[in-house]
Protein backbone atom coordinates (compact mmCIF):
# COMPACT_ATOMS: atom_id res chain seq x y z
CA UNK A 1 0.00 0.00 0.00
CA UNK A 2 2.71 2.16 0.52
CA UNK A 3 4.73 1.96 -2.74
CA UNK A 4 1.19 2.54 -4.14
CA UNK A 5 0.65 5.93 -2.10
CA UNK A 6 4.31 6.69 -3.19
CA UNK A 7 4.02 6.13 -6.82
CA UNK A 8 0.57 8.51 -6.70
CA UNK A 9 1.77 11.46 -5.41
CA UNK A 10 4.40 14.41 -6.48
CA UNK A 11 5.48 16.59 -3.60
CA UNK A 12 8.12 19.43 -3.04
CA UNK A 13 7.34 20.71 0.70
CA UNK A 14 10.04 22.61 3.03
CA UNK A 15 10.08 23.00 6.08
CA UNK A 16 10.70 26.71 6.44
CA UNK A 17 8.51 28.00 3.50
CA UNK A 18 10.14 31.27 1.80
CA UNK A 19 6.42 32.09 0.63
CA UNK A 20 2.28 31.42 2.13
CA UNK A 21 1.91 29.69 -1.62
CA UNK A 22 0.84 25.96 -2.00
CA UNK A 23 -0.15 24.71 -5.28
CA UNK A 24 -1.60 21.43 -5.48
CA UNK A 25 -2.72 19.76 -9.65
CA UNK A 26 -5.01 17.23 -8.67
CA UNK A 27 -6.31 16.10 -12.21
CA UNK A 28 -3.09 16.14 -14.34
CA UNK A 29 -1.92 12.57 -14.03
CA UNK A 30 -2.51 9.89 -16.05
CA UNK A 31 -1.01 6.50 -13.69
CA UNK A 32 -3.46 3.64 -13.48
CA UNK A 33 -0.73 1.44 -12.51
CA UNK A 34 -2.12 -1.40 -9.86
CA UNK A 35 -5.51 -0.51 -11.17
CA UNK A 36 -6.04 -1.44 -14.42
CA UNK A 37 -7.68 -4.32 -13.55
CA UNK A 38 -10.88 -2.25 -12.30
CA UNK A 39 -10.66 -0.07 -15.82
CA UNK A 40 -12.41 0.00 -18.99
CA UNK A 41 -9.67 -1.47 -21.40
CA UNK A 42 -11.29 0.99 -24.00
CA UNK A 43 -11.05 3.72 -21.70
CA UNK A 44 -8.56 6.86 -23.04
CA UNK A 45 -7.40 8.73 -19.91
CA UNK A 46 -6.65 11.80 -21.52
CA UNK A 47 -10.06 12.59 -21.86
CA UNK A 48 -11.34 14.12 -18.54
CA UNK A 49 -7.76 14.89 -17.30
CA UNK A 50 -6.74 18.29 -16.98
CA UNK A 51 -3.21 17.76 -19.19
CA UNK A 52 0.07 19.55 -18.72
CA UNK A 53 -1.49 21.76 -16.40
CA UNK A 54 1.44 20.36 -13.96
CA UNK A 55 3.79 21.20 -16.51
CA UNK A 56 1.64 24.86 -17.15
CA UNK A 57 2.96 25.72 -13.24
CA UNK A 58 6.24 23.98 -13.54
CA UNK A 59 5.45 21.27 -11.38
CA UNK A 60 8.72 19.22 -10.56
CA UNK A 61 11.24 21.72 -12.50
CA UNK A 62 14.29 23.01 -10.63
CA UNK A 63 12.99 26.45 -11.02
CA UNK A 64 9.29 25.68 -10.67
CA UNK A 65 6.94 26.30 -7.05
CA UNK A 66 8.83 25.52 -3.99
CA UNK A 67 5.69 23.92 -2.18
CA UNK A 68 3.59 21.50 -4.06
CA UNK A 69 1.07 18.53 -4.07
CA UNK A 70 0.86 16.59 -7.70
CA UNK A 71 -1.38 13.97 -8.51
CA UNK A 72 0.20 11.67 -10.69
CA UNK A 73 -2.51 9.07 -10.78
CA UNK A 74 -5.35 9.11 -13.19
CA UNK A 75 -8.54 10.85 -11.59
CA UNK A 76 -10.62 7.85 -13.07
CA UNK A 77 -8.71 5.66 -10.39
CA UNK A 78 -9.78 8.40 -7.42
CA UNK A 79 -10.70 11.75 -7.79
CA UNK A 80 -8.49 14.06 -5.21
CA UNK A 81 -11.46 16.43 -5.26
CA UNK A 82 -14.09 14.75 -4.95
CA UNK A 83 -15.44 13.66 -1.15
CA UNK A 84 -14.28 10.00 -0.80
CA UNK A 85 -17.76 8.73 0.31
CA UNK A 86 -19.02 10.77 -2.92
CA UNK A 87 -19.54 7.06 -4.93
CA UNK A 88 -21.98 5.69 -6.53
CA UNK A 89 -23.71 2.23 -5.47
CA UNK A 90 -23.03 1.29 -9.42
CA UNK A 91 -19.56 1.58 -8.59
CA UNK A 92 -18.94 0.95 -5.15
CA UNK A 93 -22.01 -1.24 -4.53
CA UNK A 94 -21.05 -2.53 -0.56
CA UNK A 95 -21.05 1.20 0.30
CA UNK A 96 -22.73 1.81 3.54
CA UNK A 97 -24.12 5.06 2.22
CA UNK A 98 -23.75 6.10 -1.50
CA UNK A 99 -24.44 9.38 -2.35
CA UNK A 100 -23.08 10.14 -5.87
CA UNK A 101 -25.82 10.84 -8.35
CA UNK A 102 -23.87 11.24 -11.85
CA UNK A 103 -21.11 8.62 -11.83
CA UNK A 104 -18.58 11.49 -11.58
CA UNK A 105 -18.05 11.22 -7.97
CA UNK A 106 -14.59 10.01 -6.26
CA UNK A 107 -14.83 7.10 -8.27
CA UNK A 108 -15.61 8.06 -12.01
CA UNK A 109 -17.72 5.64 -13.20
CA UNK A 110 -18.36 7.84 -16.90
CA UNK A 111 -16.73 10.08 -18.35
CA UNK A 112 -18.04 13.44 -20.10
CA UNK A 113 -18.64 12.14 -23.38
CA UNK A 114 -20.49 9.29 -21.95
CA UNK A 115 -18.03 6.51 -21.72
CA UNK A 116 -18.09 3.57 -18.97
CA UNK A 117 -14.70 3.38 -16.85
CA UNK A 118 -14.35 0.86 -15.11
CA UNK A 119 -14.43 -2.59 -16.36
CA UNK A 120 -16.46 -4.22 -13.31
CA UNK A 121 -17.92 -2.18 -9.81
CA UNK A 122 -15.53 -2.01 -7.17
CA UNK A 123 -15.54 -4.08 -3.90
CA UNK A 124 -15.03 -2.31 -0.26
CA UNK A 125 -11.29 -2.93 -0.04
CA UNK A 126 -10.82 -1.65 -3.43
CA UNK A 127 -12.23 1.39 -2.43
CA UNK A 128 -10.61 1.55 0.54
CA UNK A 129 -7.21 1.68 -1.58
CA UNK A 130 -8.29 4.60 -3.06
CA UNK A 131 -9.51 6.72 -0.14
CA UNK A 132 -5.60 6.25 1.34
CA UNK A 133 -4.20 7.58 -1.70
CA UNK A 134 -6.60 10.70 -0.95
CA UNK A 135 -6.38 10.69 2.38
CA UNK A 136 -2.37 11.25 1.20
CA UNK A 137 -2.95 13.61 -0.74
CA UNK A 138 -4.88 16.25 1.16
CA UNK A 139 -2.61 15.32 4.41
CA UNK A 140 0.60 16.47 2.22
CA UNK A 141 -1.54 19.87 1.12
CA UNK A 142 -2.83 20.29 4.94
CA UNK A 143 0.79 20.24 6.16
CA UNK A 144 2.00 22.47 3.69
CA UNK A 145 -0.63 25.12 4.38
CA UNK A 146 0.40 24.66 8.15
CA UNK A 147 3.66 25.20 7.73
CA UNK A 148 3.32 28.18 5.93
CA UNK A 149 0.52 29.59 7.88
CA UNK A 150 2.62 28.99 10.81
CA UNK A 151 5.53 31.25 9.22
CA UNK A 152 3.48 33.86 7.75
CA UNK A 153 0.33 34.31 9.77
CA UNK A 154 -1.53 33.10 6.47
CA UNK A 155 -1.57 30.90 3.18
CA UNK A 156 -2.51 30.27 -0.05
CA UNK A 157 -3.74 27.15 -1.67
CA UNK A 158 -3.67 27.85 -5.77
CA UNK A 159 -5.65 24.41 -7.28
CA UNK A 160 -4.92 24.28 -10.33
CA UNK A 161 -7.29 22.79 -13.07
CA UNK A 162 -8.39 22.90 -16.47
CA UNK A 163 -11.72 22.79 -18.38
CA UNK A 164 -13.23 21.58 -22.26
CA UNK A 165 -13.76 25.34 -24.44
CA UNK A 166 -17.10 23.86 -24.25
CA UNK A 167 -19.74 21.89 -22.04
CA UNK A 168 -20.16 18.90 -22.58
CA UNK A 169 -22.74 16.15 -22.09
CA UNK A 170 -21.85 15.22 -19.03
CA UNK A 171 -21.47 18.70 -18.00
CA UNK A 172 -24.24 21.11 -16.04
CA UNK A 173 -23.59 23.90 -19.20
CA UNK A 174 -23.85 21.02 -22.47
CA UNK A 175 -22.53 23.18 -25.60
CA UNK A 176 -21.95 26.37 -24.04
CA UNK A 177 -18.71 27.98 -24.76
CA UNK A 178 -16.53 28.80 -21.21
CA UNK A 179 -14.71 32.27 -20.19
CA UNK A 180 -10.98 31.65 -20.75
CA UNK A 181 -10.20 31.50 -16.77
CA UNK A 182 -13.30 30.40 -13.85
CA UNK A 183 -11.64 31.17 -10.91
CA UNK A 184 -13.52 29.04 -8.36
CA UNK A 185 -13.88 30.28 -4.54
CA UNK A 186 -16.95 28.52 -3.41
CA UNK A 187 -19.41 31.56 -4.08
CA UNK A 188 -16.94 33.65 -1.37
CA UNK A 189 -16.65 31.15 1.28
CA UNK A 190 -13.14 29.33 0.60
CA UNK A 191 -10.78 32.58 0.67
CA UNK A 192 -10.96 36.61 1.31
CA UNK A 193 -12.25 38.26 -1.66
CA UNK A 194 -9.22 40.20 -1.71
CA UNK A 195 -7.68 36.81 -3.64
CA UNK A 196 -10.38 36.11 -6.18
CA UNK A 197 -10.56 39.80 -6.81
CA UNK A 198 -6.71 39.77 -7.00
CA UNK A 199 -6.63 36.44 -9.51
CA UNK A 200 -9.71 38.31 -11.54
CA UNK A 201 -7.75 41.09 -12.00
CA UNK A 202 -4.07 39.76 -13.21
CA UNK A 203 -5.99 37.60 -15.81
CA UNK A 204 -8.29 39.99 -17.15
CA UNK A 205 -4.06 42.50 -17.42
CA UNK A 206 -3.95 39.73 -19.23
CA UNK A 207 -6.47 39.94 -22.22
CA UNK A 208 -8.84 36.98 -20.84
CA UNK A 209 -11.82 36.51 -20.54
CA UNK A 210 -12.96 35.59 -16.78
CA UNK A 211 -16.07 34.33 -14.78
CA UNK A 212 -15.76 33.84 -11.22
CA UNK A 213 -17.80 30.50 -10.01
CA UNK A 214 -19.11 29.57 -13.30
CA UNK A 215 -19.44 26.86 -14.31
CA UNK A 216 -16.96 25.63 -11.47
CA UNK A 217 -17.37 26.83 -8.26
CA UNK A 218 -13.92 24.43 -6.29
CA UNK A 219 -14.56 21.20 -5.44
CA UNK A 220 -13.48 19.07 -2.18
CA UNK A 221 -10.07 21.08 -2.04
CA UNK A 222 -11.11 24.45 -1.82
CA UNK A 223 -14.31 23.51 0.22
CA UNK A 224 -11.59 21.46 2.70
CA UNK A 225 -9.14 23.16 3.00
CA UNK A 226 -10.68 27.04 2.33
CA UNK A 227 -10.41 28.53 6.16
CA UNK A 228 -10.38 32.24 5.33
CA UNK A 229 -11.39 32.77 8.81
CA UNK A 230 -8.44 30.60 10.16
CA UNK A 231 -6.59 32.60 7.38
CA UNK A 232 -6.30 29.95 5.22
CA UNK A 233 -7.50 30.83 1.67
CA UNK A 234 -7.91 28.33 -1.12
CA UNK A 235 -8.92 29.33 -4.68
CA UNK A 236 -9.47 26.79 -7.56
CA UNK A 237 -8.57 28.11 -11.15
CA UNK A 238 -9.68 26.74 -14.21
CA UNK A 239 -7.92 27.21 -17.69
CA UNK A 240 -9.71 26.51 -20.79
CA UNK A 241 -7.97 24.11 -22.82
CA UNK A 242 -7.89 25.21 -26.13
CA UNK A 243 -5.74 28.67 -25.14
CA UNK A 244 -2.95 26.05 -24.92
CA UNK A 245 -3.19 22.63 -25.67
CA UNK A 246 -5.14 20.85 -28.71
CA UNK A 247 -8.15 19.53 -27.37
CA UNK A 248 -8.54 16.77 -30.18
CA UNK A 249 -4.98 15.72 -30.63
CA UNK A 250 -4.07 16.66 -26.71
CA UNK A 251 -0.79 17.85 -27.27
CA UNK A 252 0.43 21.38 -26.21
CA UNK A 253 -0.36 23.81 -28.66
CA UNK A 254 1.97 27.37 -28.74
CA UNK A 255 2.47 29.82 -29.14
CA UNK A 256 -0.38 29.31 -26.62
CA UNK A 257 0.93 27.18 -23.92
CA UNK A 258 4.12 29.27 -23.55
CA UNK A 259 2.01 32.22 -23.02
CA UNK A 260 0.42 30.70 -20.96
CA UNK A 261 2.84 29.65 -18.80
CA UNK A 262 4.28 33.00 -18.58
CA UNK A 263 1.10 34.51 -17.51
CA UNK A 264 0.77 31.80 -14.91
CA UNK A 265 3.99 32.39 -13.98
CA UNK A 266 3.22 36.07 -13.31
CA UNK A 267 0.65 35.08 -11.24
CA UNK A 268 2.51 32.73 -8.93
CA UNK A 269 5.25 35.31 -8.35
CA UNK A 270 2.08 37.60 -7.65
CA UNK A 271 1.02 35.62 -5.17
CA UNK A 272 4.20 34.92 -3.24
CA UNK A 273 3.93 38.21 -2.21
CA UNK A 274 -0.05 38.94 -1.80
CA UNK A 275 -0.89 40.14 1.96
CA UNK A 276 -4.18 38.94 3.18
Not at 8 to 35: C, D, K, M, Q, W
Not at 43 to 64: H, M, Q
Not at 142 to 169: K, N, Q, V
Amino acid sequence: MFDMIEGALATRTTNEPTSPLVISVPHAGLRTAGFERTLNPELDVRCDADLFVDRLYRVGDAEGPEVYVAAQTSRFVCDMNRDPDDVSVGAVPEHPAPRNADGRGFIWAITTTGVPTLSRPLALDEWRERTAIHAAYHDAVTRALARARERFGYAILLDGHSMPSRGRAGHKDPGRARADVVPGDRDGTSCAPALTAHVTRHFENAGLRVAANDPYKGGFITTHHGRPADRIHAIQIELRRDLYMDESAFEPAEPGFSNMRSTLDALVASLRTLRL
